[in-house]
T-cell receptor, first 114, second 115 residues
Framework: DTGVSQDPRHKITKRGQNVTFRCDPI?????LYWYRQTLGQGPEFLTY????????KSRLLSDRFSAERPKGSFSTLEIQRTEQGDSAMYLC????????????FGQGTRLTVV | AQTVTQSQPEMSVQEAETVTLSCTYD???????LFWYKQPPSRQMILVIR??????QNATENRFSVNFQKAAKSFSLKISDSQLGDAAMYFC????????????FGKGTKLTVNP
């Protein structure tokens, strides 16, 4: 296992287009998180899954954003009708659902909306 | 809502010297965890050190140690014998115990290590 994997690493898209990112967590991890990191800021929580269930969504996650985790394995984050304000690094992290365990992060997908 | 504040946007240290990064947080919870994460340029975030709030003893990991002051809600990171590879963004993060266990991050401190 090579850790949390995210694809693509970089995405440039035109405003108004839809984009989809993928995250493959560490195989035995049942928790998966999406965070967004803008320039000069720390990561901000977007949503999290325990197995296939999406259990919490931040108010940052507008209705243009949707996330899925079918079968409790990989996850996708889709942004519809992208806006320039969506430009950010999107980070995925995974962990075990046991207290005090470490969250492991992927390298992120950097989205640029032009 | 919990908040995490890192008041030092940038810090620098000479190689082999010691540097301390500051972090304060606000919470009404009594049980929680605090973390320092390191984010090198273009690489993924990795955990540096973790502190459980119920533990009075400060956590240490090799050259990294924390000064956890629960009453003051302060959680600083000390890096001893700084190395060039320590150069990175450092994020302080808070996590509740139970529930989603999502992380709340500060804005980060950019650490430069001078040879």
């Amino acid at each position: 296992d090579t850790g949390v994997s995210q694809d693509p690493r970089h995405k440039i898209t035109k405003r108004g287009q839809n984009v989809t990112f993928r995250c493959d967590p560490i195989s035995e991890h049942n928790r998966l998180y999406w965070y967004r990191q803008t320039l000069g800021q720390g990561p901000e929580f977007l949503t999290y899954f325990q197995n296939e269930a999406q259990l919490e969504k931040s108010r940052l996650l507008s209705d243009r954003f949707s996330a899925e985790r079918p079968k409790g394995s990989f996850s996708t984050l889709e942004i519809q009708r992208t806006e320039q304000g969506d430009s950010a690094m999107y980070l995925c992290a995974s962990s075990l659902a046991v207290d005090s365990t470490e969250a492991f992060f992927g390298q992120g997908t950097r989205l640029t909306v032009v | 809502a919990q908040t995490v504040t890192q008041s030092q946007p940038e810090m620098s240290v000479q190689e082999a010297e010691t540097v301390t990064l500051s972090c304060t947080y606000d919470t009404s919870e009594s049980d929680y965890y605090l973390f320092w994460y390191k984010q090198p340029p273009s690489r993924q975030m990795i955990l540096v050190i973790r502190q459980e709030a119920y533990k009075q003893q400060n956590a240490t990991e090799n050259r990294f140690s924390v000064n956890f002051q629960k009453a003051a809600k302060s959680f600083s990171l000390k890096i001893s014998d700084s190395q060039l590879g320590d150069a990175a963004m450092y994020f302080c993060a808070y996590r509740t115990q139970g529930g989603s266990e999502k992380l709340v991050f500060g804005k980060g401190t950019k650490l430069t290590v001078n040879p």
